[in-house]
T-cell receptor, first 108, second 114 residues
Framework: GQNIDQPTEMTATEGAIVQINCTYQTSGFNGLFWYQQHAGEAPTFLSYNVLDGLEEKGRFSSFLSRSKGYSYLLLKELQMKDSASYLCGGAGSYQLTFGKGTKLSVIP | DTAVSQTPKYLVTQMGNDKSIKCEQNLGHDTMYWYKQDSKKFLKIMFSYNNKELIINETVPNRFSPKSPDKAHLNLHINSLELGDSAVYFC?????????????FGSGTRLTVV
């Protein structure tokens, strides 16, 4: 099984950088996902890490350390539209197990 | 074209009723899933199917019965609805069992049991 932990809420200022951490304990680990979910909408795919290191995609980057069971999502140049929940998910075989999500509020 | 579509979007029903939610994906994916998101926004897997075969059933009450007539469809039937079943139900699909190319979610069905 998988046990995934991430902060419940975070607040950051428009234009700033924010890092959302995720720790996991897993057997049969097959990679780490980050999803974004706006209120009342479906989760949308942001990133996938299966090897250690940093993956950069525009303003968003995701990092993985398998030995530490640790990942983070880095959001740069925050915009108001980045206010959403960010879900860390551990991939197993035929399932993706999510943490409880981090609600990010971006303030002016 | 919507990649993963589920119907209905909203469902309000009385306790004890039976209801179904339909899901279809046009991505050619082999694996489909049902997730439940409760009032605290925790997204929890219920079932996964691969090529019409049930792979995972995460201790879901047997009032919930998924059915996959083909690999593009995964429907969810719920018998004897209870207040605690109120939640948003998301259908999803992925290409590989490990889903390394990402899971695509439907827009969700908000079920309210009164």
């Amino acid at each position: 099984g998988q046990n995934i932990d991430q902060p419940t809420e975070m607040t950051a200022t428009e234009g700033a950088i924010v890092q959302i951490n995720c720790t996991y304990q897993t057997s049969g680990f097959n990679g780490l996902f980050w999803y974004q979910q706006h209120a009342g909408e479906a989760p949308t795919f942001l990133s996938y890490n299966v090897l250690d290191g940093l993956e950069e995609k525009g303003r968003f980057s995701s990092f993985l350390s398998r030995s530490k069971g640790y990942s983070y999502l880095l959001l740069k140049e925050l915009q108001m539209k980045d206010s959403a929940s960010y879900l860390c998910g551990g991939a197993g075989s035929y399932q993706l197990t999510f943490g409880k999500g981090t609600k990010l509020s971006v303030i002016p | 074209d919507t990649a993963v579509s589920q119907t209905p979007k909203y469902l309000v029903t009385q306790m004890g009723n039976d209801k179904s939610i339909k899901c279809e994906q046009n991505l050619g994916h082999d694996t489909m899933y049902w997730y439940k998101q409760d009032s605290k926004k925790f997204l929890k897997i219920m079932f996964s199917y691969n090529n019409k075969e049930l792979i995972i059933n995460e201790t879901v009450p047997n009032r919930f019965s998924p059915k996959s007539p083909d690999k593009a469809h995964l429907n969810l039937h719920i018998n004897s609805l209870e207040l605690g079943d109120s939640a948003v139900y998301f259908c999803a699909s992925s290409q590989a069992p490990r889903g390394s190319d990402g899971y695509t979610f439907g827009s969700g069905t908000r079920l309210t049991v009164v």
